[in-house]
């Protein structure tokens, strides 16, 4: 075994930054499954039917082989009208494809503008990218602006790509869009938006933040399938020379094995309870108004106002020693530490999904100041 991987696990240990994999145990506050569809019963029916309809697991090959199977295409028609875009393409996941979408579509001489807290998806893309990338400070429309005037001052001439989150993953705070839109019209830019958390819980029908601005043809949006949705996969909306460019020069799409039919399948359905389910979102803005009440009321930390609240502790270790506690008291709510988040803003990341109700929140609400006043203080 190389001594500098063990070196750099113990330096890891020593800073209470080391990682490891846990099974599902306690009451879920900590996944992404907004909307309690990944172990519905609607969504095993949908699985089921899909199996006795003669749908595969596995496609087999690439979707540019014999992988391109018609539950494919049929999701990606129903994709693209449900959105209200030209056209979607489907990935095997929202990671591969940020990172596809970033190594793929900006070009040498092209400037990338993200918002500092952009995912970790969107940094690698970027390492594989030949065009110029510079950071803005997050959700300040003026200062990219200020980066893109600056660049072309200098004398840069390509196209300009701005990449957001419509809803940071982290700080449960959503970008200003229609004033990153302004000024992506005003530049001539694109605006790549991650819709990744917002998908199913905002917008009409679950569309996003970014429904009213989808179909333009200067907006890409990502919709994630694993999150609210409850499946797997991720959805690319933009315009079809987009989505041809990408299936041409796309590596991360040419060369992988395309993704389950089944989960093609599966992704239609859930798109379809987020239609004719609209009492699922209803609910769940419920407990997210009834969380943002009893935080304000009964602890010091602010309330995000959407389905991701950060308890921001500071230290990682002490966030790490509040996770356990909440863990021995039979919550599923994990410590999330740099490089995830910035140095110094080491949190417990508290989600709120259907899978809980007032009263389990109440209950964690009460059982977090106890813990926090004998593990923090």
Not at 29 to 40: C, H, K, M, R, V
Not at 118 to 147: C, F, T, W, Y
Not at 327 to 350: H, M, N, Q
Request: glycine share 8%.
């Amino acid at each position: 075994m190389p001594s500098n991987l063990e070196r750099a696990l113990d330096a890891l240990q020593r800073r209470g930054r080391l990682r490891s994999l846990d099974v599902l145990q306690g009451i879920d506050f900590t996944s992404n499954d907004y909307l309690g569809l990944a172990q519905s019963q609607e969504m095993a029916n949908a699985v089921m039917a899909a199996v006795a309809r003669g749908v595969p697991v596995g496609a087999g090959g690439s979707r540019l082989l014999r992988g391109n199977h018609p539950e494919h295409e049929a999701l990606e028609a129903e994709a693209a009208k449900f959105f209200g875009a030209e056209t979607a393409l489907f990935f095997g996941g929202g990671f591969i494809a940020n990172m596809a979408l970033m190594a793929t579509l900006p070009s040498r001489g092209d400037l990338i503008v993200y918002d500092e807290l952009i995912h970790a998806s969107v940094h690698d893309g970027m390492r594989l990218s030949k065009a110029e990338a510079a950071a803005a400070r997050h959700n300040e429309p003026q200062n990219i602006e200020d980066v893109i005037k600056a660049w072309r001052a200098k004398g840069g001439t390509g196209q300009v790509w701005i990449v957001v989150e419509s809803l940071y993953s982290m700080d449960g705070d959503c970008a200003p869009l229609d004033e990153l839109a302004a000024l992506t019209q005003r530049h001539g830019a694109m605006l790549m938006i991650d819709e990744a958390h917002a998908t199913g819980v905002f917008g009409p029908d679950g569309r996003g933040l970014a429904a009213h601005l989808e179909g333009q043809p200067n907006i890409i949006t990502l919709h994630t399938c694993g999150k609210a949705l409850g499946a797997m996969g991720a959805l690319v909306l933009a315009p079809k020379t987009i989505r041809d460019f990408l299936v041409n020069r796309a590596r991360a799409f040419i060369y992988a094995t395309a993704p389950s039919p089944l989960a093609a399948a599966t992704v239609r359905a859930a798109l379809e309870l987020c239609r004719t389910q609209p009492e699922r979102r209803e609910k769940l803005h419920q407990l997210i108004a009834f969380t943002g009440r009893e935080l304000a009321e009964r602890t010091h930390f602010a309330p995000s106002r959407s389905q991701i609240q950060p308890i921001i502790i500071g230290a990682d270790a002490a966030a790490v020693a509040l996770a356990s506690a909440m863990k021995a008291r039979g919550y599923d709510i994990r410590a999330i530490r740099p490089p995830t988040v910035p140095e110094g803003t080491s949190r417990l990341r508290l989600t709120i999904t259907l899978n809980a109700d007032e009263a389990m929140l109440s209950r964690l609400l009460t059982d977090l100041v106890a813990a926090e006043a004998e593990v923090v203080a």
